[in-house]
C-alpha cells in the first residue's frame, strides 16, 4: 500500500515504514519482483506495481475492508481515535533507540 501511495520510495524508505532492516525489506521486494507484483526499478508511467500487483493489491484492501468492518462497529468514533493514537504511540516506542528495553537495533 506504501507503494501505491508513493512509488518512487526506496528501499530504506520502505524498510523504515515496516520497522525491518533494508536487508530483509531488499528480500522481500525481490520476492515480490520475482512474482511479478513489482518492479524494483519505478516505470515511468506507474511506478513499482506491476498489474498483477495493483490486482494483488485490491484483493488485500477487499480482505482489510472486512477486517475492519469486523474489528471495529462496537467503537465509537472517540474510540476508534483512541486506538489509533495508542497504536501510534506504540509505532513510536518501536522507533525509540533510547529505550531500556532495546529499542530497534
Known amino acids: 500500500m506504501s507503494l501505491k501511495r508513493r512509488p518512487d520510495?526506496?528501499?530504506a524508505d520502505l524498510a523504515r515504514m515496516a520497522f525491518v532492516t533494508p536487508q530483509a525489506m531488499g528480500e522481500l521486494l525481490s520476492g515480490l519482483e520475482n512474482a511479478n507484483l513489482v518492479r524494483c526499478k519505478p516505470h515511468k508511467e506507474n511506478g513499482r506495481?506491476?498489474?498483477a500487483g495493483e490486482t494483488a493489491l485490491a484483493d488485500c484492501k477487499k480482505v482489510l475492508d472486512e477486517l475492519n468492518g469486523r474489528m471495529f462497529p462496537r467503537m465509537?468514533?472517540?474510540n476508534r481515535k483512541q486506538f489509533g493514537a495508542l497504536l501510534e504511540l506504540c509505532?513510536?516506542?518501536l522507533q525509540d533507540n533510547s529505550s531500556p528495553y532495546g529499542g530497534r537495533s
Open 9 to 11: 520510495q526506496s528501499n
Open 49 to 51: 506495481l506491476t498489474s
Open 76 to 78: 465509537s468514533a472517540e
Open 91 to 93: 509505532l513510536i516506542g
